[in-house]
């Protein structure tokens, strides 16, 4: 059986009761090697070395459990999360408390467990099964009473329509469905746990926030100390913790659980993923995306109408993206008032044959006027090279953009063309990212994160932790922490999408003559698109 690492790790099997679903049973050791080496039985409460989850080839068995496949032929890949039960392992059960509710009174409301979500969906007719997660939502057994439950919730990071409704669901999720009613709010991040004092959170302190942008709780960046944290909410009592942050909080998350287990507290560690610029991995999109790509329209409709209204007008409006050039994308699709689209996977250069400036002239002897949207992270490699060699960070982790590009642009354009080309040009410059960052959810989002709100609240109280919420080809699944933070979610220069924007604003693809490639764009892959001819569909 072929793994993807070589290091120990330690993988649980599962088998199916009849009041339950998966029931951790047998253990096995996967230890160094590139293929399955042997299968040991092994008390689940001894102590172990490394307890690590990682990708496994397996199949469900007639009986429900889990079979290993020893010789590595088969193609089921499910990458599971914990469960309090891997360090406490005689925790009780009880009978879920939505079984009382007529909303979940039907038996098949209750997620079987059995039930997986695959990450692939386009498949050939040899293809592999592939990678699948835990499929999210309510489970009819539960590990924890509603009495018993002291719940935190804490938002990290920078702000993102829709924050306030995650919190709200969490709030009321809790309590109208499993009926808890001791809820504490952290506020100011992460350091919040051990320098502030907490919130009483209930349905009626949280009713109206969703209508609200930016976060209930407050934020912040940093501050992360996770033994003070766990000593906090060893001493607070409490035991189901829900973080709301992007890509750094998550992290952080992890390194609250693993403090948890290493400590064998009865604590379930659920995240929620946090992005404006979609750029976590594994999920479909992060909430606040729609909503900022609704918002954004405002800020290019507003410079459409300033430069068709003059001679010459070029209008650049700079929206969020510092690694991805998602919003940048779709908000030009939405509009279709674009003429180029710049984002930062996808370099640029100014001058010369097919550069920048030429297609600007074009446009404008074309249609007297253009809009370009700008990415806030496309282009550095050109705006400061020298400043970003020393790689600077915020407290979140995030690359600082030491110059706006925005503006870099917008007075080389200028210069270009008053210098060069010795003709009045009329530039106009919108910069709309905390405005799209403060407002509050629209409806789609309002429901998205409504969603993710209770599909965490549901994982916590069957038990699992160290884990994130999120829509897997539109069903909702239970992801491992560090699926989530090992890597970042990228516009694909040779995904459909992006040919379709191509079609779209007919932009040229400024890579032919690029000298300067961004980190992670590769040769080859420029020579493709190259070569490639969009026509329009």
């Excluded at 590595?72 to 914990?82: A, Q, R, S, V």
């Excluded at 509710?101 to 007719?125: L, R």
């Excluded at 400036?357 to 809009?371: A, I, T």
């Excluded at 992270?377 to 979140?396: C, F, I, R, T, W």
């Amino acid at each position: 059986m072929e793994i993807a690492r070589t290091t120990t790790f330690f993988f649980t099997a599962y088998s199916i009761q009849p009041d339950f679903g998966w029931n951790r049973s047998n253990s096995f050791c996967i230890a160094n090697s590139s293929s399955f080496a042997r299968r040991n039985k092994i008390d689940p409460r001894r102590p172990l070395i490394s307890r690590q989850y990682c990708l496994i080839r397996a199949n469900l068995s007639n009986d429900g459990g889990i079979a290993v496949d020893k010789e590595g032929n088969d193609d089921f890949i499910l990458e599971d999360i914990p469960h309090l039960t891997d360090h406490l392992p005689n925790l009780p059960l009880y009978p879920n408390p939505l079984k009382k509710s007529q909303a979940y009174a039907i038996k098949k409301t209750f997620v079987s467990p059995e039930d997986v979500v695959a990450q692939g969906i386009v498949v050939q007719k040899d293809s592999p099964r592939g990678v699948h997660f835990r499929r999210a939502g309510p489970r009819e057994k539960v590990f924890f009473t509603p009495e018993e439950v002291r719940a935190c919730v804490v938002t990290c990071g920078g702000l993102c329509p829709g924050i306030n409704t995650v919190i709200r669901e969490i709030v009321c999720g809790l309590n109208y469905m499993y009926g808890v009613d001791d809820i504490l709010g952290i506020q100011g991040g992460y350091r919040g746990f051990y320098s502030k004092n907490t919130i009483q959170l209930t349905p009626k302190s949280v009713n109206d926030i969703h209508k609200r942008g930016g976060t209930f709780l407050q934020t912040s960046r940093g501050g992360h100390d996770t033994n003070k944290i766990v000593d906090n909410i060893h001493d607070r009592k409490i035991n189901q913790v829900y973080i709301i942050g992007g890509d750094g909080t998550q992290k952080g998350a992890a390194a609250i659980f693993k403090e948890v287990e290493r400590r064998g507290l009865k604590v379930a560690v659920a995240g929620i993923p946090k992005t404006i610029d979609n750029d976590i991995a594994v999920i479909d999109k992060s909430f606040g995306f729609d909503t900022a790509v609704e918002e954004a329209q405002r800020a290019i409709n507003a410079a459409h109408v300033e430069v068709e209204s003059i001679e010459n007008g070029v209008g650049i409006v700079k929206l969020m993206g510092r690694y991805s050039g998602f919003i940048a994308m779709h908000a030009t699709l939405a509009s279709r008032d674009v003429d180029c689209c710049l984002i930062p996977e996808s370099p640029f250069y100014l001058e010369g044959p097919g550069g920048l400036f030429e297609f600007v002239d074009q446009r404008l002897k074309e249609n007297k006027h253009m809009v370009i949207v700008l990415a806030e992270g496309a282009g550095q490699e050109y705006v400061a090279p020298n400043l970003h060699a020393v790689g600077e960070k915020d407290a979140s982790g995030n690359r600082l953009l030491l110059l706006d590009v925005g503006l870099w642009l917008t007075q080389k354009i200028k210069d270009h063309f008053t210098n060069v080309r010795k003709m009045e040009i009329n530039m106009k410059y919108i910069d709309p990212t905390y405005m799209i960052r403060a407002v509050p959810s629209n409806a789609s989002d309002n429901i998205y994160c409504t969603l993710l709100a209770h599909s965490a609240v549901h994982g916590a109280m069957a038990g699992y932790t160290g884990f994130t919420v999120g829509p897997v080809n539109s069903r909702h699944s239970y992801i491992p922490i560090s699926r989530v933070t090992e890597t970042q979610n990228t516009v694909k220069l040779t995904d459909r999408m992006w040919a379709r924007l191509l079609t779209s604003t007919n932009q040229p693809n400024f890579l032919r003559d690029s000298e300067i490639l961004p980190d992670g764009v590769n040769k080859q892959v420029i020579d493709e698109i190259n070569n490639l001819k969009i026509t329009p569909s």
